[in-house]
């Protein structure tokens, strides 16, 4: 992990660590006092949450605040990154049905941090709007969509592109008969 992501690194042991104690996301928001969704986005790297909330997040898994942080290691600053197909991730995703998530790559920087997905968006697929910390890119790769960004709905047809404001309500639904697959570009200050 040591060339992973801070914000990566975080949310993948806050959710290894609650697997491991088999404890529910539920469980943890209620502790933590903070959304169910709340949990999701941080343990998949979509929110940087506040100190008050990461500590109280930390606290409910029942771990000692210095070890948690032991765990997360420092980040090397990197002349180029390579990604091989085989090691995409698959994300879970809150409150969505034929969604799919694949995480590409991460990267901290001084004053940014980029992250990379493919989303694929099944026809009938189900979802409600999201919002995410920071501004987002995304380029058509196959299918159609319609994309509620707000109050607005814009078509995307493959080739197409659209950079936004994720902290704006946003809604991608596949308007067609088969697959849509999206690169999507996050880019969080």
């Known amino acids: 992990m040591r060339d992973?992501?801070?914000l990566l690194q975080i949310g993948r042991l806050i959710k290894e660590t609650r697997l491991k104690n088999g404890t529910r996301i539920r469980e943890i928001a209620e502790k933590a006092k903070v959304s169910k969704g709340l949990i999701s986005k941080i343990e998949n790297a979509r929110t940087v949450p506040s100190l008050p909330v990461l500590i109280?997040?930390?606290?409910a898994l029942d771990i000692n605040i210095g070890d948690f942080f032991q765990n997360?290691?420092?980040?090397?600053?990197p002349d180029f990154i390579h990604s091989k197909k085989q090691d995409l991730i698959v994300l879970e995703k809150e409150k969505s049905k034929g969604f799919e998530y694949h995480h590409i790559l991460n990267q901290d920087f001084?004053?940014?941090s980029f992250d990379s997905v493919l989303l694929e968006i099944s026809p009938n697929a189900k979802r409600d709007f999201v919002t995410t910390d920071g501004y987002e890119f995304l380029y058509i790769l196959d299918g159609c969509v319609d994309y509620n960004l707000g109050d607005?709905?814009?078509k995307l047809e493959k080739g197409d592109s659209l950079f936004f404001n994720g902290r704006t309500?946003?809604?991608?639904k596949n308007s067609g008969n088969s697959?849509?697959?999206i690169l999507v570009i996050y880019i969080l200050n």
Not at 72 to 77: F, N, R, T
Not at 169 to 172: E, F, G, Q, T, V
């Open 4 to 6: 992973t992501p801070y």
């Open 56 to 59: 109280s997040v930390i606290t």
């Open 72 to 77: 997360i290691k420092p980040l090397v600053s």
């Open 110 to 112: 001084q004053s940014f």
């Open 152 to 154: 607005k709905q814009i």
């Open 169 to 172: 309500p946003h809604l991608p």
């Open 179 to 181: 697959l849509a697959r």
